[in-house]
């Protein structure tokens, strides 16, 4: 009797323990019929189903299937071998016509049940992976402090030249430069831009009332007239409020301080960045003092490293775990909640989600939990709970899209603004790239509001994510095409290219304790000329305390073992000719604006490659 062969070809991920000894099933569902249920066996068995492996084998039926639609696999344990899990990438079948038929899989098969997957050109699921190597490799640059005897001394530092001895076992090239140039002013004022927190800094024309600062006390020899700098655009506001009354945590059985400050810069005519003034608490009094770089050298320093610890705490909590992380986790729980795997919308954006779930998970449990690392940081606890409260009530969708941001704080012209520059050009690439692949699959404005399943997406994360506030401006549905293209622009700027700006630095900047130190010790000083080196090194942590802040910020800032840059897609999600031409547009652009990059950063002091597309990953990973 004649039959129908089918030629199947199944890849197996190449990822570490994809490989499955387990007998594997496999049958086709077409529009006219189904075939038998069929072992897949061959000649590479047992073999074929290892990680990274290629096998192909033929299923025949006695008619044609017709078009094919799904199949069904499953895999069944030998009496000998245990259930072990199988990570298969795609299926190809190729019809006796010729006609490929491709299933894109991705996902581990752990058990013995029948599985369908659809022809739906791209779909995908999570990847289980724990990434508890993480927590691991933390725990093993602590074993390592503690070789030096570093990690469980509870002793305040004795001088400053003593934290080297931490400081050395970890450094970069970048945490190298901080640690010689941390205590200048060009310096201090250069993070505010090109540092782990870029999004504080803004545009100042009017002083803040709580903020009285006059043209004497930053302008003493009349060399400048603070109200025409304001006017002129030169004066900038860096403005902690989030973190006023904040509750501090113990540490070592010790109080711990957290300023909530207002820092006054100005733009000079030889384009650096200078700080005037700082008041390191909200309310103006006799014994909250404005310091200024006329104070003493103490005086004036204590106060930056106030700053400074304070940023550690706006930066991680807002500009990192909530702005980056959390919504990464809206947006892809959203995703998986109500979009289907063979939607484009789908398709376009899991690569962006992943391991974004696992590494919260992991951050919940291992940092952020009552027993989590971030014990060592004034914020733990519950001054973690209400900065994030205060930093969600003030996150709006204008500030989540890059253009806009900077345009709202009045940063279009600020020079050596890296962050703002690299930033606008990776959004553009990325919305040309969006709007290509979303244009596909809606041809006008009434596909988009028809889409029942995409009004499920963005209502869930207008409700759970910013909890029903039309304030914030997140969409409540979508209308048009444009306004779909935006929203889905700034869930892959997020996931990928904010984050990456924001933490990829974190042991370059903060590496060198008094750069960035995570908790104080000491109150801040209500009047001048009461600060010493002695005085600054009982406020600064003691010696356990910056070793788990050391090596927590080493960890953070390590790109994951399996890094996926920008724009590369291992997994086949689109297999249509047009939007697989517009993900080799998206890479060459991505890849003249790397070359762009580095062409800049060689002739730096001070490079800024976080958001350099080679460097910059697909996902939150980590």
């Not at 068995?45 to 078009?67: N, R």
């Not at 831009?193 to 003493?220: E, K, Q, Y």
């Not at 700082?278 to 909250?288: A, F």
């Not at 705490?313 to 729980?333: G, P």
């Amino acid at each position: 009797m004649k039959t129908v062969d089918y030629k199947v070809t199944v890849y197996t991920g190449d990822l570490v323990g994809a490989t499955t000894l387990n007998n594997v099933y496999i049958k086709l569902v077409g529009t006219d019929g189904e075939s038998q249920r069929q072992w897949l066996i061959g000649l590479k068995w047992p073999v074929a189903f290892i990680g990274g492996e290629v096998s192909t084998f033929t299923v025949s039926c006695p008619t044609s299937l017709g078009k094919l639609v799904l199949i069904e696999l499953d895999k069944q344990r030998l009496p000998i071998i245990l259930q072990d899990p199988w990570f298969p990438a795609k299926v190809e079948v190729e019809s006796p016509g010729g006609d490929i038929y491709k299933f894109p899989i991705y996902r581990w098969i752990t058990d013995s049940e029948v599985h369908h997957f659809r022809e739906g050109k791209g779909v995908l699921e999570f990847a289980y992976l724990t990434l508890l190597i993480s927590s691991l490799l933390l725990f093993y640059s602590l074993a390592e402090l503690n070789l030096k005897g570093l990690a469980a001394s509870q002793e305040s530092w004795s001088n400053i030249d003593e934290i080297k001895q931490v400081f050395w076992v970890k450094h970069t090239k970048m945490s190298d430069y901080v640690q010689k140039h941390w205590k200048e002013d060009a310096f201090f004022g250069y993070q505010f831009l090109n540092g782990v927190n870029p999004m504080l800094i803004r545009r100042c024309s009017v002083l803040p009332s709580n903020f009285p600062v006059t043209n004497d006390m930053v302008f003493p020899k009349h060399q400048f007239n603070l109200e025409d700098e304001m006017k002129n655009g030169n004066i900038f506001l860096c403005d902690y409020k989030r973190l006023d009354g904040v509750e501090t945590r113990l540490i070592n059985g010790k109080k711990q301080y957290l300023m909530a400050p207002l820092v006054l810069l100005h733009k000079t005519p030889n384009e650096k960045l200078m700080p005037i003034a700082i008041q390191l608490k909200q309310t103006p009094t006799d014994d909250n003092p404005i310091f200024l770089p006329t104070d003493s050298e103490y005086d004036w320093l204590t106060a930056k490293i106030f700053v400074r610890s304070a940023e550690f705490s706006e930066h991680q909590l807002n500009v990192h775990l909530l702005r980056t992380h959390l919504l990464a986790e809206v947006f892809a729980v959203s995703l998986l909640r109500n979009i289907p795997k063979v939607h484009p919308l789908y398709k376009l954006l899991i690569p962006h989600t992943r391991y974004s779930l696992q590494i919260n998970y992991l951050a919940r449990k291992l940092l952020i939990s009552k027993t989590g690392v971030f014990t060592f940081a004034a914020s733990g606890g519950e001054g973690m709970i209400t900065i994030l409260r205060n930093s969600l009530s003030s996150m709006t969708y204008r500030s989540l899209c890059i253009p806009e941001d900077i345009a709202d704080r009045g940063l279009e012209t600020v020079p050596n603004f890296y962050y703002r520059d690299d930033g606008l050009r990776l959004w553009e690439i990325i919305h040309r790239f969006v709007r290509g692949i979303l244009q596909q699959y809606y041809k006008n404005d009434i596909e988009v509001q028809k889409d029942s399943e995409l009004q499920k997406w963005i209502g869930d994360i207008f409700e759970h994510g910013f909890l029903s506030k039309p304030g914030t401006g997140i969409p409540q549905r979508f209308t048009t095409v444009p306004e779909l293209v935006k929203f889905v622009t700034m869930v892959i700027f997020t996931g990928s290219c904010q984050h990456a700006a924001v933490n990829s630095g974190q042991f370059d900047y903060g590496g060198w304790m008094p750069n960035t130190p995570t908790s104080l010790q000491q109150p801040p000083p209500t009047k001048k000329g009461t600060t010493n080196e002695a005085m600054l090194l009982k406020t600064l942590p003691d010696v356990n305390t910056t070793a788990q802040g050391m090596a927590t910020l080493w960890l953070l800032s390590k790109q994951s073992s399996d890094f996926v840059p920008l724009g590369q897609y291992p997994e086949e999600h689109f297999t249509e000719e047009i939007p697989r031409q517009l993900i080799k547009d998206f890479q060459a652009e991505l890849k003249t604006l790397s070359s762009e990059i580095k062409d800049r950063n060689s002739i730096l002091d001070i490079p800024y490659t976080y958001m350099d597309p080679t460097e910059v990953e697909n996902s939150v990973a980590i």
